[in-house]
């Protein structure tokens, strides 16, 4: 028995990155015993629905859950929930929990995720001032939006336009805030930032672009009662939500003296720069032979295709990742798809139109599809995927001919 847990593989983390190698771990029958350490109380599950659907009470708690917690127990590995690991002994291949107990482990793979950027501005500490990235966090938020209180969100990135969707179609009157000159600017061209934005404002949400905040007006009892702006305004708040990023969570490994920079640099095969430690998820900045340069990504996909990675490594194949990166968004009624990264592009081309609440837009470079966002539109996104793994260089009258099969481009 003692063998066994100094053999045992030592998963830190328990979100989707965490989940998905388990699982895959399970498909593998991967001779060893796996232990997983999580901080949060619950079985691995997906953060997703906690801006959408969860948010809105439409799916409770257990249906996050990847796989109950049986499935993992059943093929004889462990979970050890409610526990954080505070350092690493690569020495000694070591690990201390914050229960005080020690873990050996044989292989190590993290998976510690990332943490939200906060906003350290005068007043950040008042009360109702809100950040969401696990189930609790979703649990206090939905609690305070009842129809007719006053939300603003600072930050118009997915997640933030996620909540204002949720939050308007409740009766909440919800003032979205943004830096940029556009919506989700980091991540999607003019088009797609121009839709949004009709569609928020046409859905009765005040999205204020341009918009720098200073920090946060006090009101009774220590709570928020707005959101003050250079330009000297200040925005009536009942409920704040700051949805301004996340940094990846690479404390742990840095005190052990792994590689990291901006996220814990890993190899295709997402080895760190210790051999018999890997990492996977939004914790890493990685190669995917895919892109030129080394990577870092915030979404489910990467955790899990990293997460397959890892699988294939700790099973001794030959498998490097090697995947276009791709996303999702549901906002109302919009289904937003998006595969690759369109920030090095040259040339946009439509097909079909906003007005249809139905398009993509394909983003090129040098003549090659680079990626594409698709609107109610899957079929654009499943061939968009295709297209862009491979490079594939599509004339733009081709692209936007709504005669042309898209099916045909493959
Ligand atoms: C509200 C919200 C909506 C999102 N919507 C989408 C979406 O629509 N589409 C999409 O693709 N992506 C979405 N994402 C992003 C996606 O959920 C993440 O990219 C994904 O969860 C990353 O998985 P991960 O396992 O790397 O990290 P996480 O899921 O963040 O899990 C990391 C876990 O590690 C634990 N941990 C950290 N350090 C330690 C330690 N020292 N000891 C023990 N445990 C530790 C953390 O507590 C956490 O539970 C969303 C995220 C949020 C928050």
Known sequence: MENEKQDATVIVGGGHAAGALMTALIQKKYPHEV??????????YQRPPLSKTYLSGE??????????RSVYEGAGHQLRLGVRVENIDRDNKTLTLSDQSTL???????????????LNAPGSELKGIHYLH???????????????????????????????????KKGVNVTVLEGAERLMQRVTGVEMSSFLYAKHS?????????TAVTGFKAGDQGRVAGVTL?????????VVLVSIGV??????AEAAGLSCEDGILVDEYVRTSDPSILAIGDCTRHRNLFFEKMQRLESVANAVDQARTAAATLMGEDKPYDSAPWFWSNQYDVRLQMVGLSQDHDERVMRGSTEDKAFAVFYLREGCVIAVDAVNMPIAFMVGKQLVQHRKSISADVLSDLDVELKSLI
């Open 35 to 44: 232990v997983l350490v999580g901080e949060e109380p619950y079985p691995p």
């Open 247 to 252: 940094i990846p969570e690479t404390a742990l």
């Open 202 to 210: 046409g859905s009765g949400v005040d999205v204020r672009l341009n």
């Open 134 to 168: 696990d189930i609790a966090d979703t649990d206090t938020l939905r609690d305070q939006l009842s129809p007719g209180a006053r939300l603003v969100i600072v930050g118009g990135g997915y997640i933030g336009l996620e909540v204002a969707a949720s939050a308007s």
């Open 230 to 238: 250079a330009n000297g305004e200040t925005v009536d708040a009942d």
């Open 104 to 118: 050996k482990y044989g292989r190590l793979i993290l998976a510690t995720g990332s943490h939200v950027r906060r």
């Open 59 to 68: 799916v409770n708690e257990e249906s996050l859950y990847l796989k109950p």
